[in-house]
């Protein structure tokens, strides 16, 4: 066979010769007469100009399957060099034209890169079988052979591989062998019509009959939904129930019908896959759907948002992950030169995580990624509906904008619904059940609402189900910000965040009274995922003077904090509390007063340290309020004896173990032991710091406080070292930094690493002490105890023979202590004691005392550059 060769230099297969007349059924009413040259509706004729016509000739001979660009050139205007501009201008002509006579919507479709094809294929019209008189046309059973050697040629073309949906895949292949109907669930835009189109394709040879591709995007209505099946699935129509005829017709296949898009005409599509899966027992169904069908039968799979890496993980465990895959594959279609790398995998991982692994929203931010960059373009994501748009200009409007995608799921909610989830979005990050309603509802009735309206957004895929038992609930970042423009738009945003404050003060209020009665594990499992909302909640309070909220959540917060080891966000929200105290009733003012001074290590600058304790004891004495009044008094002894008031601190620690009970709970008497050892070490007593330290210890255990167990090990060493056992205090030390590091406690395991460097270096391990001194560094600096290393640091560069590096560390933790009125404890005083007699060995007593004075002058930055630069060389 010959074939011709284009001017573009392509070689283009002859059109095959082809029996005469030809007649063609477009949809169900058009009828394409070739041998007389005329297209009829119902029997009247439907006048194109000659080049539409040939356009549709050529379309309807190739249907089902795609005619290229050069195929069209060929059989259109053969012999002549044609722009693409032409092709398409003559494409969107004779879609003007047909659509408003056609019964199907959108008869010609681009298919992006490879050409056109009729969204409503064309059946070849028998004479015998198909009167041109519409009122006499018969049902046209749907002819096997036809598609039988191409069972996939109604799928959606896809230029692109399907990434991150591996296991969905085997899961949906699996379900699609053993049941009749799959309804693949999920938001808009998480990718269903791509995963339908990827199981359908791998199944698509179990199916004699072919696959029937139905997309219900562009309808409006129901109305139209029977011819637009009958068309998908080469069904003829006459007059009558058209879910009927199409059933009847496919009572004889055996053929996979995928119906994409589903959740505006959920009714009237159930009602159709009900009428076929009775009378067409080989037929199965594929739906995707922003809803399940709630068809007998049904198998609901719901897919979520593309696998996010953790971040800190490497560039080759990060590109594992779906999300990141997705995004960088489309970021190089637009820009080729764009590639991940270690330097900026982290923002990529950090845009995926603000993007919560949605496909489309990736998509979108993909194609601004070569423009803008990573970083750029997470600092702009709160513009996020302003700068995510699609790239692809055959996309469907409701997927031109991430705007455009989230409109058309609210769309599809009642005003109960949309009424919850403006409200919802008050929380950061999940919540549960009650948090849930007493935010959106005010009474038993609303509350009862509200749980209706949460199942029907968990349904409608706009909420999501995180937990099961308890149930917590989640919107993606993305939905949420949506919701609050519209929580903006109604004018709740103040009421809104007033409930949700309340809400959160009363979680806080059952966090303190379950806090001295469960373990960590029960504790933290409870009320550690609300930790943000948490912290939104004192943030709002704070923000509108309300210090009552402000005080429950800001004690919760503390308790969070200490147990995840955490000191930042304390001393942050301590400036805060105690502006707030003046403002605060009785149980507010004393519960403030123990986010200002809440731990006898954490450093807090916003007010003397001594002068809050008092206050807080008499807070809780006013309240009587026995057990807080035993923590009051032992925070006070401690910080006595902090400041070199022994006889007070033991007078104070005495009136405290006078409060405690025998009966009470074993974390509280745990406090009254630890506010011992802190006594006894600030009074130098070795042996007392040990003994109480281990009564803290056991009672740590019993109490099921692993935190709090590991942080006794390190005080033993610490103990150890004080009293000179310089071996003893290496054993422990290596003991507590391994617990400290199984339980991800990083300022206490390198607190645990600095003494253990101490006790090296007592030792004459000086080049292990310098090791174990680097592991250190990064975690103090973390929570701002740099100063309880660098006595460490200034001792080694002493002992090596530097003094100007062991001088200007010296002056830089002086500065530190005077700056924050706090005193070196016994170890670290020791050490410093030690730096300074070998600088006044080396350069005598005043010597060094200019590199003292720069010391004094670092900034954090500086003096960590010094320490690193010094343990490196």
């Not at 050139?73 to 722009?83: D, E, N, S, Y």
């Not at 749980?451 to 937990?467: F, P, R």
Request: overall charge neutral.
């Amino acid at each position: 066979m010959s074939h011709t060769v284009r001017p573009s230099g392509k070689t283009v297969p002859p059109v095959p010769a082809r029996r005469s007349p030809e007649r063609y059924l477009i949809g169900s009413n058009l009828l394409l007469d070739v041998g007389r040259q005329r297209l009829e509706r119902d029997g009247k004729e439907i006048v194109l100009p000659k080049l539409s016509f040939e356009f549709l000739l050529a379309l309807a001979r190739a249907a089902p399957n795609v005619i290229t660009y050069d195929e069209l050139m060929a059989q259109v205007w053969p012999g002549l060099i044609v722009q693409p501009d032409t092709i398409s201008q003559r494409a969107k002509l004779l879609r003007d034209a047909l659509d408003d006579e056609c019964s199907a919507p959108t008869v010609v479709r681009s298919v992006r890169g490879r050409g056109y094809v009729l969204a409503c294929p064309a059946l070849p019209a028998l004479r015998d079988e198909l009167a041109v008189d519409a009122p006499r046309r018969l049902a046209h059973p749907f002819l096997v052979d036809a598609i039988a050697s191409d069972p996939r040629s109604q799928l959606p073309f896809t230029a692109t591989a399907l990434l991150g949906r591996d296991d969905d895949l085997a899961a949906m292949r699996d379900l699609l062998a053993r049941h009749r109907l799959v309804t693949i669930v999920g938001s808009g835009g998480i990718g269903k019509t791509r995963l339908a189109i990827a199981v359908a394709d791998m199944c698509a040879d179990s199916f004699p009959h072919g696959v029937a591709w139905v997309d219900l995007a562009a309808l409006a209505g129901a109305a139209r939904l029977g011819i637009a099946i009958a068309n998908a699935a080469r069904v003829q129509l006459r007059d009558g129930d058209a879910p009927a005829q199409v059933a009847d017709a496919l009572a004889r296949r055996h053929s996979l019908l995928v119906m994409d898009n589903c959740e505006h005409l959920c009714e009237a599509v159930a009602g159709f896959v009900e009428a076929v899966l009775a009378a067409a027992p080989r037929v199965r169904f594929l739906v995707t759907s922003q809803v399940p069908l709630k068809v007998s039968g049904e198998q609901v799979y719901r897919i979520g948002p593309l696998a996010v890496p953790a971040a800190g993980g490497t560039l080759e465990a990060s590109r594992a992950s779906g999300a990141i895959q997705l995004l960088e594959q489309r970021a190089r279609a637009i820009d080729h030169t764009f590639q991940l790398d270690a330097l900026n995998i982290g923002d990529a991982v950090e845009l995926c995580r603000d993007l919560d692994g949605v496909p489309l929203a990736l998509e979108m931010a993909a194609a601004r990624v070569p423009t803008l960059g990573l970083v750029t373009l997470r600092e702009h994501l709160q513009h996020r509906f302003e700068l995510l748009r699609t790239s692809q200009r055959a996309a469907p409007p409701r997927q031109q904008t991430l705007r455009a995608t989230l409109d058309w799921s609210y769309s599809l909610l009642d005003e109960n619904e949309r009424s919850v989830l403006r409200r919802l979005s008050v929380f950061t990050g999940g919540f549960g059940i009650e948090a849930g309603c007493a935010v959106v509802a005010s009474g038993a009735p609303e509350r009862l609402a509200a749980l209706d309206a949460l199942s029907g957004l968990v349904e409608k895929s706009l909420v999501h189900l995180e937990q099961r038992e308890p149930p917590r609930f989640r919107l993606l970042e993305s939905t949420r910000a949506y919701a609050t423009e519209a929580l903006g738009a109604a004018g709740e945003v103040q009421a809104t965040a007033r409930r949700h404050g309340m809400a959160m003060a009363a979680l806080a209020n059952a966090a303190e009274t379950a806090f001295w009665i469960e373990s960590d594990a029960e504790w933290l499992a409870r009320f550690a995922p609300d930790y943000d909302n948490l912290h939104a909640a004192f943030d709002y309070a704070a923000h509108v003077g309300d210090a009552e909220v402000a005080a429950a959540t800001g004690n919760a917060l503390q308790r969070l904090d200490v147990l995840r080891n955490v000191h930042v966000p304390i001393r942050r929200r301590a400036a805060t509390a105690l502006a707030l105290i003046p403002a605060a009733g009785p149980k507010a003012r004393a519960l403030l007063l123990n986010c200002v001074a809440p731990h006898s290590v954490i450093a807090i600058t916003v007010a003397e340290r001594l002068d809050v304790a008092r206050a807080a004891v008499a807070a809780w004495e006013a309240l009587g309020d026995l057990p807080q009044m035993y923590v009051a008094y032992g925070l006070l002894a401690s910080q006595l004896a902090r400041s070199g008031e022994h006889d007070a601190a033991r007078a104070a620690l005495e009136h405290a173990r006078r409060l405690e009970s025998a009966d009470w709970p074993a974390r509280r008497r745990m406090r009254g032991a630890e506010f011992a050892a802190a006594v006894a070490n600030y009074g130098g007593d070795a042996a007392g710091y040990q003994e109480h330290t281990r009564r803290e210890l056991a009672l740590a255990e019993k109490a099921g406080a692993p935190r709090t167990a590991a942080w006794c090990r390190l005080k033993l060493a610490d103990g150890a070292l004080m009293a000179g056992h310089t071996r003893e205090a290496i054993a422990l030390g290596d003991d507590a930094v391994m617990h400290l590091g199984e339980l991800d406690q990083p300022s206490h395991r390198g607190l645990a690493l600095s003494n253990l460097a101490e006790a090296l270096l007592l030792d004459g391990q000086d080049e292990r002490a310098r090791d174990t001194i680097a592991r250190a560094l990064p975690l103090m600096w973390e929570n701002s105890w740099e100063h309880l290393l660098l006595d460490t640091v200034a001792t080694l560069a002493a002992s090596a023979g530097d003094v100007r590096t062991s001088a200007t560390l010296l002056g830089y933790v002086d500065e530190y202590y005077s700056k924050n009125r706090e005193t070196r404890q016994p170890n670290e005083a020791r050490l410093a004691a030690r730096s300074i007699a070998l600088l006044e060995a080396a350069c005598g007593s005043s010597g060094y005392t200019h590199w003292c004075e720069e010391g004094a002058r670092l900034t954090r930055d500086q003096a960590r550059a010094l320490a690193e630069t010094w343990l490196g060389r």
